[in-house]
């Protein structure tokens, strides 16, 4: 369980159910648990957030180059994750998913460098192998391993759509990448007090996809340091979360004691044809706490996209009210 620091945790309690089109599962009672299932950490450990909003994760002070800027303005164009351009999310690896649903991607300082040599046992040792909490309801097991030109890739794929419905891919640069198809979003029924046909992103499926990514770079820089030193991958790193399509899209699969959209006269959206969110990291960070601030102050600011900076992952009211159970995300 994770608790964090909040202070705009609201004082009513409304109902709704966080867990809306995957009736029959059960996200508290799963029968497994992968070995890359990120740390949780305690109350004492998030604590640390208000002193490191300056000096902590991804957070140095130093001025990143515009030679670098330019390199990732570069990168991402390679990658169709322009939201100006038409096809904004659907080029690279994202092509492959069966619907446009969110990607995060993440940029080291060289992002032409081809350091990493793909091996049988690498996809073990540094990509999770599943998806938890709920998003492990609609994409669970990532069972495939396939490698392209630039990245190696384990991914699950869509039996009835085509393509895949979720995949964690290492780039050559050392740059960890994963993306949710269909699962990431659904339409609002008819009948709801918001019109029918709003497209909704699934909040949880935000949180845990930023996590798996953040916590599965540092593993890869972890492994690179076991290696000869020609190999390295070094920073600063660049984070880029992609959503595309999302002019009026609100989020939603809010976490327990929030109203959710499908209720809310009106809740709040997004106003950008396509949202991308770019966050700038000098060193990444090792300690489980700094990767889980620097996961939710991803989180905050893609949040922030859709108009929501109410923290709506984690727990409203009662006595767990600021913290995240791993059944959630």
């Given at each position: 369980m994770?608790?964090?620091?909040c202070?705009?945790i609201?004082?009513?309690?409304?109902?709704?159910?966080?867990?809306?089109d995957?009736?029959?599962h059960?996200?508290?009672?799963?029968?497994?648990?992968?070995?890359?299932?990120?740390?949780?950490?305690?109350?004492?450990?998030?604590?640390?957030?208000?002193?490191?909003?300056?000096?902590?994760?991804?957070?140095?002070?130093?001025?990143?180059?515009?030679?670098?800027?330019?390199?990732?303005?570069?990168?991402?164009?390679?990658?169709?994750?322009?939201p100006?351009?038409a096809?904004?999310?659907?080029?690279?690896?994202?092509?492959?998913?069966?619907?446009p649903?969110?990607?995060?991607?993440?940029?080291?300082?060289?992002?032409?460098g081809?350091?990493?040599?793909?091996?049988?046992?690498?996809?073990?040792?540094v990509?999770?192998?599943?998806?938890?909490?709920?998003?492990?309801?609609?994409?669970?097991?990532?069972?495939?391993?396939?490698?392209?030109?630039?990245?190696?890739v384990?991914f699950?794929?869509?039996?009835?759509?085509?393509?895949?419905?979720?995949?964690?891919?290492?780039?050559?640069?050392g740059?960890?990448?994963?993306?949710i198809?269909?699962?990431?979003?659904?339409?609002?029924?008819?009948?709801r007090?918001?019109?029918?046909?709003a497209s909704?992103?699934?909040?949880?499926?935000?949180?845990?996809?930023?996590r798996?990514?953040?916590?599965?770079?540092?593993?890869?820089?972890?492994?690179?340091?076991g290696?000869?030193?020609?190999v390295?991958?070094?920073?600063?790193?660049e984070?880029?979360?992609?959503?595309?399509?999302?002019?009026?899209?609100?989020?939603?699969?809010?976490?327990?004691?929030?109203?959710?959209?499908?209720?809310?006269?009106?809740?709040?959206?997004?106003l950008?044809?396509?949202v991308?969110?770019?966050?700038?990291?000098?060193?990444?960070?090792?300690?489980?706490?700094?990767?889980?601030?620097?996961?939710?102050?991803?989180?905050?600011?893609?949040?922030?996209a859709?108009?929501?900076?109410q923290?709506?992952?984690l727990?409203?009211?009662?006595?767990?009210?600021g913290t995240?159970?791993?059944?959630?995300?």
């Amino acid at each position: 369980m994770v608790r964090r620091p909040c202070s705009r945790i609201p004082t009513q309690r409304v109902t709704g159910c966080h867990c809306r089109d995957f009736v029959g599962h059960d996200p508290d009672n799963r029968s497994s648990t992968s070995p890359h299932t990120p740390t949780y950490v305690t109350i004492a450990t998030l604590q640390r957030a208000q002193a490191l909003l300056v000096s902590g994760p991804g957070q140095t002070g130093e001025v990143i180059s515009f030679e670098q800027q330019e390199r990732w303005v570069w990168a991402r164009a390679r990658r169709s994750l322009d939201p100006s351009v038409a096809g904004f999310g659907a080029g690279g690896l994202l092509a492959y998913l069966d619907s446009p649903g969110i990607a995060v991607t993440v940029l080291p300082a060289d992002v032409l460098g081809q350091l990493i040599e793909f091996t049988d046992d690498l996809p073990g040792l540094v990509l999770p192998d599943r998806f938890d909490g709920i998003t492990g309801n609609g994409v669970s097991l990532l069972s495939d391993v396939t490698t392209t030109s630039t990245a190696l890739v384990r991914f699950a794929p869509s039996y009835d759509h085509g393509g895949w419905r979720g995949f964690v891919a290492l780039d050559r640069c050392g740059g960890v990448q994963a993306g949710i198809g269909a699962t990431a979003r659904y339409q609002l029924d008819e009948g709801r007090n918001v019109a029918p046909s709003a497209s909704v992103l699934r909040l949880f499926v935000l949180v845990h996809i930023v996590r798996v990514v953040v916590h599965a770079q540092a593993r890869v820089i972890g492994w690179v340091a076991g290696r000869p030193p020609a190999v390295t991958v070094d920073g600063p790193f660049e984070i880029v979360v992609a959503v595309p399509d999302t002019e009026g899209m609100m989020l939603g699969g809010l976490n327990e004691g929030w109203e959710q959209p499908e209720y809310a006269f009106d809740p709040p959206r997004a106003l950008e044809d396509n949202v991308m969110v770019r966050v700038q990291v000098e060193d990444w960070p090792t300690d489980p706490g700094d990767l889980e601030i620097l996961a939710l102050r991803v989180v905050d600011q893609v949040c922030e996209a859709f108009g929501d900076r109410q923290q709506r992952y984690l727990r409203a009211g009662g006595p767990e009210a600021g913290t995240i159970s791993r059944s959630y995300a």
